[in-house]
């Protein structure tokens, strides 16, 4: 595994790691309490009062989007030249635990850190939030 590949995964973990620690009353305020947003995906954005996670208080700081490419390969790194770790389908529900900038594919730089059950990173392009856009990485 790349040392860039590495240093994402640790980086990754280590912002799970820091939300874990967060006690009850301080995630109430936070600035991942995310209650809006323009997201960058150019599909769809819903608003979503619950925090994007259908209402689910103990995965607040998670955020929810759907695939909307017939095939999206999920990658170890946000650029389309790394390593695929899996592949989502059309119409999946994917967990998004944050947004940064890479690649840009078709238009859009933004790829999405998913955490369904491997880190992996997906290109917002075809991935619609559900609720509010996740917050920056």
Not at 3 to 9: A, G, V
Not at 10 to 37: I, Q
Not at 105 to 114: D, R
């Amino acid at each position: 595994m790349a040392l860039r590949s590495r240093l994402c995964i640790v980086t990754a973990a280590a912002f799970l790691a820091a939300a874990a620690a967060v006690t009850p009353a301080a995630a109430a305020h936070d600035d991942w309490d995310v209650t809006g947003g323009t997201g960058g995906n150019g599909g769809n954005h819903h608003h979503d009062p619950t925090g994007g996670n259908g209402g689910d208080h103990h995965g607040k700081h998670l955020y929810k989007g759907v695939v909307t490419a017939n095939t999206l390969a999920l990658r170890s790194a946000p650029n389309r030249g790394s390593q695929v770790i899996r592949y989502a389908h059309k119409g999946e529900v994917v967990s998004i635990f944050c947004k940064t900038g890479g690649e840009t594919v078709k238009g859009n730089p933004l790829w999405y850190l998913l955490t369904d059950g491997t880190w992996a990173w997906g290109a917002a392009r075809y991935i619609d939030n559900i609720g509010p856009a996740p917050r920056w990485c």
